[in-house]
Nanobody, 119 residues
Framework: QVQLVESGGGLVRNGGSLRLSCTAS????????THWSRQAPGKERELLAT???????ELADSVKGRFAISREGAKTPVSLHMNNMKPEDTGVYYC?????????????WGKGTLVTVSS
């Protein structure tokens, strides 16, 4: 199993920056990919960014050029760097991971961290 804790959320002004961190514990070697998703008020959850075990990165079109995902080492926290933030970036941000262990696949989610962008 994998446990995830997100941190770094809070209030930021329009145009500001924020960095979220996702710290994983447990069976870290089973993690094949780490993702950040967002649940905005009244909207469906949206996948924003992914980084795989090999370091391949993907970003949603809605955040390309403003957000970045990074990880310093294989077992260090995964960060979501958010720049030029807009009020529509407001929402609860979740870290989640895909795991593969003994051919079984699972997904684990953190509890989320709230980000509010003031206009």
């Amino acid at each position: 199993q994998v446990q995830l804790v997100e941190s770094g959320g809070g209030l930021v002004r329009n145009g500001g920056s924020l960095r979220l961190s996702c710290t994983a514990s447990g069976s870290l070697e089973s993690i094949s990919a780490t993702h950040w998703s967002r649940q905005a008020p009244g909207k469906e959850r949206e996948l924003l960014a992914t980084i795989t075990r090999s370091g391949r990165k993907e970003l949603a079109d809605s955040v390309k050029g403003r957000f970045a995902i990074s990880r310093e080492g294989a077992k260090t926290p995964v960060s979501l760097h958010m720049n030029n933030m807009k009020p529509e970036d407001t929402g609860v941000y979740y870290c989640h991971v895909d795991t593969i262990q003994l051919s079984y696949e699972n997904t684990y989610w953190g509890k989320g961290t709230l980000v509010t962008v003031s206009s």
